[in-house]
C-alpha cells in the first residue's frame, strides 16, 4: 500500500563519547512507525469477500493464526518484533556507509538478506485411500512450481502497469527423494486443528509440507514466522499439491502458503482498505479476488494486483510477488531474522 510507513528521524550527531578516548561518532536511527501493526483479523471483515464471490476462505492461515494468539499469550509480542526487524531492515535500504570525523567509516546498516536463499523440502502424506497418497511425481510437479514461481523472470503475462515492481525472489526449494514419508492412517479428515502435526512432526531444518485431507472446502494454510516450531510448516489438501487439474490444479496453493510461511500477509491485508498488507507497492483492497478478473478490477480506488499469489485468484489467473513483498520475505533471512537458520 503506497503511504508513509517509515519516518526517518536522523539524530544529528547524537554524542556517543567513548570512555578511553573522546572519538565522536554520528549516529543515524530509523525510527520505525508500528501504529498500524495488527495480528488478530475479524470474520467479519472478511467475510465481505466471502459474500461477495459467493466462495469460501481457501486458505485458513489467518485463521490458524487466530486460534494460536489465544493459545500462545507469547505470539503476538514475537509477530510484533519480527514485523519490527522487517520494517527496520527494508528502511535501511539505501542508507550508506557514513565517514566517522577521525577516519574510517561506519558500515551501513542491515538490510534484507541478498544472496541466493535455498530451502530443502520434507513432505509427509498422509492418507486415508489410494488417491491421497499422491505419485512422487505429483509431489515433484510441486517442486518445480515453486521453483518456477519463485524464480519467475517473465513479466509481459501482468499488466504493464505492475511490470516496474515485479520481482525475482531467487528463493529456491529442493527435495530429496528420502524425504517424502507416507503414511496410512484411516482418518478421513483432519480440519486446521494441530493433529496431524501432533502425529507426524516435523522434521527440523526443512520446510515441511503435510499434504493430508483437510475437508471443509479448504485448499491449505500455513504457519507464520514467529510460530512453535512443533507446528511450523504448511499443510495442504492432497488434490491441490502439484500439478492436477481444476482451478487450483496448477500448484499455486503452496507458492500462496509458502509466501505466508515467508511472512507475507494476504494482499488484500484481510480489512478493510486502510488495513495494509505492510507491502509499499501492492496496491490498497478491502477483499479478495477469485475466479480470473480482468485487469483493471477497482476497490479501494485503485486497480486490485488480481494476479499476486497472495490473492485467492485462480492458479491460472495469480503470476507475480512483488519487490516489496521480495523484501519482506527475506528480512527473515537476515541477522537476527526467524528463519536465518537456512542460509547459515
Ligand atoms: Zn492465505
Known sequence: ????????????????????NDEVTPNQEAAIDMSDFY??????VSAK???????????????????????????????????KHTRTLIANKGVTATGKPGGGTTPPPPT???GTVTI?????????????????????SQITVLNNDFNDTNYLDIPSVFRSVAANTNINFTLNSTNIKRYADATATWGTNTSVKTK???????LNFWVCNIGGGILGYAQFPGGNAATDGVVISPQYFGVTSGAYGLGRTATHEV?????????????????????????????????CPTYPT??????????????????????????????????????GGSRVSFVQ
Open 298 to 335: 477497482v476497490h479501494c480506488q485503485s486497480a486490485d494486483m488480481t494476479m499476486n499469489y497472495m490473492d485467492y485468484t485462480d492458479d491460472a489467473c495469480m503470476n507475480v510477488f512483488t519487490k516489496g513483498q521480495n523484501d519482506r520475505m527475506r528480512t527473515i533471512f537476515a541477522v
Open 112 to 114: 534484507p538478506y541478498s
Open 120 to 140: 530443502p523440502v520434507y513432505v509427509h502424506v498422509i492418507y486415508s485411500n489410494s488417491a491421497q497418497n499422491i505419485s512422487d511425481a505429483q509431489i515433484n
Open 1 to 20: 500500500m503506497k503511504k508513509l510507513i517509515l519516518s526517518f528521524a536522523i539524530l544529528a550527531l547524537a554524542i556517543v563519547a567513548c570512555q578511553n
Open 49 to 83: 469477500s466471502t459474500k461477495d464471490a459467493n466462495n469460501g476462505d481457501k486458505c485458513h492461515s489467518m485463521q490458524v493464526l487466530n486460534r494460536q494468539l489465544q493459545e500462545n499469550p507469547g505470539l503476538e509480542q514475537r509477530m510484533y518484533e519480527i514485523e
Open 259 to 291: 509466501g505466508h510461511w515467508l511472512n507475507l500477509r494476504h494482499i488484500w491485508g484481510d480489512g478493510g482498505c486502510r488495513q495494509d498488507d505492510f507491502v509499499l507497492d501492492t496496491p490498497s483492497s478491502d477483499r479478495a479476488n477469485y475466479g
Open 200 to 206: 507426524y512432526p516435523p522434521v527440523a531444518g526443512y
Open 39 to 44: 495480528v488478530y483479523t475479524s470474520d467479519d
